[in-house]
């Protein structure tokens, strides 16, 4: 069992910047991946950026430029740099983790997900 809880949300205005934690629990030396999803009202949940246990990352073609996923799973958390922050980034951002052995490429490209999620964070861009 994996636990995960998100941290650092909130309101910011547009160009600002936020930095959010995700901090794991429970059994650590089982997660290979750790990814940061959002979701926006109305709309479905996307892939935003991960990091495997490797340390290797990626990062979607929106937020590229903009965010920065960093971290190291063995010390239990993971975060994301987000700058320059635009009001269509107004979303709750969740933590994902995978404890499956799943491909660690389709993790990194959001084309599967890890089986643990976090309660999100909510994060606002909005003057």
């Known amino acids: 069992q994996v636990q995960l809880v998100e941290s650092g949300g909130g309101l910011v205005q547009p160009g600002g910047s936020l930095r959010l934690s995700c901090a794991a629990s429970g059994s650590i030396f089982t997660i290979n991946f750790i990814g940061w999803y959002r979701q926006a009202p109305g709309k479905e949940r996307e892939f935003v950026a991960g990091i495997t246990n490797n340390k290797s990352t990626n990062t979607a073609g929106s937020v590229k430029g903009r965010f920065t996923i960093s971290g190291d799973i063995a010390k239990n958390t993971v975060y994301l740099q987000m700058n320059s922050l635009k009001p269509e980034d107004t979303a709750v951002y969740y933590c994902?983790?995978?404890?499956?052995?799943?491909?660690?490429?389709?993790?990194?490209?959001?084309?599967?997900?890890?089986?643990?999620w976090g309660q999100g964070t909510q994060v606002t861009v909005s003057s």
């Open positions: 994902n983790a995978d404890t499956a052995g799943r491909d660690r490429g389709w993790l990194l490209r959001g084309v599967q997900q890890g089986d643990y």
